[in-house]
């Protein structure tokens, strides 16, 4: 029988995954009125450089 195992990326996950990320990083800075899900009643700690980081991954992805 032969491997018939195919895989693929889908940029669409991919995507939603870091909208995922980006509104947990955003609501850090949002009041209470303003959060997009998901929301968390905890502080996330991101790393300084998180914008730049994301923007090029988003761009290198969305491409």
Same mark, same amino acid.
């Given at each position: $029988?032969?491997?018939? =195992?195919? $895989?693929?990326? /889908?940029s669409s996950i991919t995507l939603n995954f870091l909208i995922y990320i980006? @509104? @947990?990083f955003l609501n850090q800075r949002r009041n209470d009125e /303003? =959060?997009?899900?998901? +929301?968390f009643s905890t502080r996330i700690a991101f790393k300084e450089d998180?914008?730049?980081? +994301?923007?090029e991954l988003w761009n290198e992805i969305s491409q």
């Open positions: $029988m032969e491997n018939s =195992l195919i $895989m693929k990326t /889908d980006q @509104n @947990n /303003d =959060l997009r899900f998901p +929301y998180f914008e730049l980081k +994301y923007e």
